[in-house]
């Protein structure tokens, strides 16, 4: 299974910005579609954004619309999630997926998540 690293995940105020990084050493990144989710305590994972292999297509999640992005650098086999204006309810761990599928108007994850990073905003 692909194996991915998340990073960039702390502790930030409401307003405040954080730049998560998701790395997947090995494997052919370039090729791949790739997505974050969120989690947080006691709620289901959900879909927060998506970049398709060449970096032409995204896709956001209407909550974080117009706050958050999603880039990659395909030389550094990695996706960054760029997240301004936080609010306290962005608050949840952060996961990557790899070689999901952007297509249709949604994008349909993989079973390859990493391990999470934790972003916290406080009020």
């Known amino acids: 299974q692909t194996q991915a690293v998340e990073s960039g995940g702390g502790l930030v105020q409401a307003g405040g910005s954080l730049t998560l990084s998701c790395e997947v050493p090995g494997g052919p990144f370039r090729s791949y579609d790739m997505g974050w989710y969120r989690q947080a305590p006691g709620q289901e994972r959900v879909f927060v954004a998506a970049?398709?292999?060449?970096?032409?297509?995204?896709l956001v999640a209407d909550s974080v619309k117009g706050r958050f992005t999603v880039s990659r650098d395909n030389a550094k086999n990695t996706m960054y999630l760029k997240m301004n204006d936080l609010k306290p309810e962005d608050t949840a761990v952060y996961f990557c997926?790899?070689?999901?599928?952007?297509?249709?108007?949604?994008?349909?994850?993989?079973?390859?998540y990493g391990q999470g990073t934790q972003v916290t905003v406080s009020s």
């Open positions: 970049i398709s292999l060449g970096g032409d297509k995204t």
């Open positions: 997926n790899v070689a999901g599928g952007l297509y249709g108007g949604a994008y349909h994850s993989s079973p390859a």
